[in-house]
């Protein structure tokens, strides 16, 4: 509350006022070179003085403030002065030779020494800006340093001023005005109007002298505006100034008349006819011709023509010509027709008038008439067609019209026109020039037309117009003639083609072509002739489905084939082809083609067989071999094969690979025999042990089934025992091969020198014959003595396996 107090005792309403001058710069410079003309500026010699006032909250700077407490100034004065007179004149004079200033017009002795007499004036200040904001700021003045009371002067180095709230936006209007006086007249001829202004905002304290800138910135802006303005006047004023001092023009006139481009050139105006005049003009003086005018009178109503053309400057011997052109009406009479020239220069320098004559003719009527016609429907001019006389479909047909003109005058610029013609058919040449006619003469002009391929109908009507290019006659005359219609006839035929040879039915699985043969029956040529095929599921096209023909002429033919292949999996009875043929103009022809097929599929079984010592069983702990074919029964050959082998006992286990590829295997024919290694456990439980087996195949289902393997209970181990002698016989010493004469034999006999049957194998049996030939006989020549071996077991047993 103490706070509050303190600072409503240093609330102050304090009015500042400072008189500056702001800074004016004024960037503009004069873009022609200085004028020649002399100026009598009046302008006030006493500086221009302003005064702004802004209220807000500003610091108080002569007051002892206290404890940084907040003060207030309700009212920012700002006063300026600004010497306009050194401003302006100074740059005004730029523009010219010569520019004189006073303070008063009475103390020009003689206005006519002075082109023209300029007059400055100026409006009022105006300056805007948000009063509300500005009165809710308030100004913090902060202390450096402390002391029970601070004397501040100017701005003291130890002291900040804070302002706290929003910007305070300011806006300051100038304006300026320049009037011009002409020396002679006394009267006041133009007035130049220039504007500036300046917008800001600041967050900064709003003191004393703070509008300067503001204020400065928009006069510069004003002072530019004006001056530019200025120039841009003065630069017209001083043209025309150095037209009057200028040396005078001497032109001349000259007038010829021409109808070249009429209907007749014959040096006469002729009614309806459009002519000209040709207006030359020269200059032969030492002085330009300034705005110069041409003005025509004419005594006859019925011929229109410009009355007024500016010509423009003209300089010495400058010479320009003019065209004027005359249009006459169709109710011009014989006789003449009389124009009067008149050439007038802008200070007056004119020409001498000159009038010319013109002799006219009234109208002579043509009476045009279409006499007849004839049509050509062969092959010379615009005629495209058989020749026959009869306009036919994709003819097109010549029209020759015979145009008399049984009038009195020429029928001039004639045309004649094709209209009107029955709907669908279209004009080749809807139009001929065909030029003047003489009276009683007759000319001839063609017109030609298409007729559609599809075109039907039984007749064709069309009309014709002839007349004269002035629009004062023209006939019509409508002719019909008879129309046959002639039109393609598509029919096809088709062969189904399996390498080459004909066939009545198809198989799945299978590559074929379809060749399309398509007939035109009809009267005229098929154009554009495209072919589509659109099989039904599981057929698949080699190549595009749509085949084009191009044109068939009339009782021709044109075959093409396109290549097709059944999927192995096609399940349908019969093939089923969609034809469409279609050619330009008229409707296409669609059908379907049906061809009965052969369905075909693989039939897959197969066989399994154990390889065992055991035969078709295997003892527990034993090894074998489960040996698998695969047929193919049916009459499809079955692609990617595959043979998937899984045991459901884990005491029964396949060695190596268990899927094994086999691939293709014709109808009725055998797969190569596979070959899987089996082994059993000892713990293996006696009975049927099942392997899994699956057949599969790319695109037909699969084969499922189980091979059982019979598991028998494992026998006792039975021991064979073989003997190198027999009772009290000598072992012998094989001493070139550093063996006992048993051993080397028994060693040769298991690698295989005791097969006998070459099976693979060495039973006791073969073994026991081996030994007792080989051993005895070499005994006997080594030593001369008897050995014997001799064996005790199964004569079956296998002794060794070699392969």
């Not at 020239?341 to 045009?368: C, I, S």
């Not at 019969?574 to 296409?588: H, L, T, V």
Request: proline residues 3%; glycine residues 8%.
């Amino acid at each position: 509350m103490a706070n509050v107090k303190r600072f409503l005792m240093v609330f102050l309403i304090l009015l500042a006022s400072c008189s500056t001058t702001p800074h004016v710069s004024i960037n503009y410079t004069p873009s022609v070179k200085k004028l020649d003309m002399k100026i009598a500026l009046i302008i006030s010699e006493e500086p221009y003085v302003y005064e702004t006032v802004i209220k807000t909250s500003c610091y108080a700077s002569e007051k002892i403030m206290k404890d940084g407490v907040k003060g207030i100034i309700l009212q920012a004065t700002s006063l300026g002065t600004v010497a306009i007179e050194e401003l302006f004149g100074k740059k005004l004079s730029g523009l010219f030779n010569k520019i004189d200033t006073y303070r008063d017009l009475s103390e020009i002795k003689n206005e006519e020494d002075y082109d023209y007499i300029l007059f400055f004036g100026s409006k009022p200040i105006v300056l805007s800006y948000n009063e509300g904001e500005a009165m809710r700021r308030r100004i913090n003045m902060v202390p450096e340093r402390i002391g029970p009371f601070f004397v501040s002067r100017g701005t003291p180095n130890n002291l900040s001023l804070i302002p706290e709230g929003g910007p305070i936006e300011t806006y300051v209007s100038v304006g300026y005005q320049l009037q011009v006086r002409d020396s002679k007249s006394k009267t006041v001829i133009g007035t130049s109007f220039g504007e500036g202004s300046s917008v800001t905002e600041t967050t900064q304290p709003y003191c004393n002298g703070s509008a300067y800138a503001h204020v400065g910135e928009a006069m510069s802006n004003a002072f530019k505006d004006l001056l530019e303005k200025a120039e841009q006047e003065f630069i017209s004023l001083a043209a025309a100034k150095s037209e009057e001092r200028a040396l005078p023009s001497d032109l001349s006139l000259s007038i010829r008349f021409s109808d070249t481009a009429g209907f007749f050139p014959n040096n006469t105006l002729d009614a309806g006819e459009d002519a000209e005049i040709i207006a030359t003009i020269k200059n032969s003086g030492k002085g330009a011709g300034y705005g110069t005018n041409l003005d025509i009178a004419s005594d006859n109503s019925r011929i229109k023509l410009d009355k007024a053309v500016t010509i423009g400057d003209i300089q010495p011997d400058e010479t320009k010509e003019i065209r004027i052109i005359l249009k006459t009406g169709f109710d011009l009479e014989d006789g003449k027709a009389s124009f009067t020239f008149g050439l007038k220069e802008k200070r007056g320098y004119d020409a001498k008038k000159v009038v010319m004559n013109v002799p006219t003719a009234r109208l002579q009527k043509p009476a045009l008439i279409i006499v007849s016609t004839e049509i050509n429907d062969g092959d010379t001019g615009l005629a495209k067609g058989n020749g026959n006389g009869i306009p036919e479909s994709g003819e097109t047909i010549e029209i020759t019209a015979f145009i008399k003109n049984q009038g009195e005058g020429k029928a001039l610029g004639v045309n004649l026109i094709g209209k009107d013609i029955t709907s669908g058919i279209l004009w080749e040449r809807d139009s001929t020039a065909v030029g003047t006619i003489q009276p009683g003469e007759i000319s001839k002009a063609k017109v030609a037309f298409s007729i559609p391929r599809n075109f039907d109908a039984k007749d064709i009507t069309a009309g014709l117009k002839v007349g004269d290019m002035r629009g004062i006659n023209d006939a019509e005359k409508k002719i019909s003639v008879a129309y046959a219609k002639r039109s393609p006839s598509l029919q096809y035929a088709y062969r189904i083609l399996s390498k080459g040879t004909a066939v009545t039915g198809l198989a799945n699985g299978e590559e074929y072509e379809i060749e399309l043969t398509v007939d035109n029956k009809g009267k005229s040529a098929a154009r554009g002739v495209n072919v589509s095929v659109s099989p039904a599921g599981q057929i698949n096209l080699s190549g595009y489905s749509s085949i084009s023909f191009g044109d068939i002429k009339e009782n021709e033919s044109a075959s093409r084939r396109i290549a097709f292949s059944l999927s192995r999996i096609f399940s349908a009875s019969e093939a089923e082809f969609k034809i469409e043929i279609a050619q330009s103009d008229f409707p296409a022809v669609k059908d379907a083609v049906r061809m009965p097929v052969n369905i075909r599929s693989p039939k897959l079984t197969y066989t399994a067989s154990l390889q065992g010592k055991s035969g078709s069983a295997l003892e527990q702990g034993e090894s074998a071999v489960v040996e698998i074919i695969v047929s193919n029964q049916g009459n499809l050959s079955a692609e990617g094969v595959n043979i998937k082998v899984a045991s459901k006992d884990e005491n029964l286990r396949i060695a190596g690979q268990t899927e094994i590829a086999i691939g293709k295997i014709p109808g009725n024919a055998k797969s190569e025999t596979v070959k899987l290694p089996v082994s059993t456990l000892r713990r293996i439980k006696p009975g049927d042990a099942l392997l899994d087996v699956s057949i599969t195949q790319d695109d037909f289902p699969s084969l499922s089934s189980q091979y059982a393997i019979n598991i028998k209970e494992e026998g006792a181990a039975v021991v064979d025992v073989f003997t190198s002698s027999a009772g009290k016989q000598i072992s012998s010493w094989y001493r070139e091969k550093q063996h006992g004469l048993f051993t080397y034999y028994f060693l040769q006999g298991i690698r295989g020198k005791a097969d006998a049957n070459n099976d693979g194998k060495v039973t006791v049996k073969e073994m026991d014959a081996y030994l007792g030939k080989n051993v005895s006989e070499q005994a006997r020549v080594l030593h001369n003595r008897e050995q014997t071996p001799e064996v005790a077991g199964d004569k079956d047993a296998v002794v060794a396996r070699y392969k």
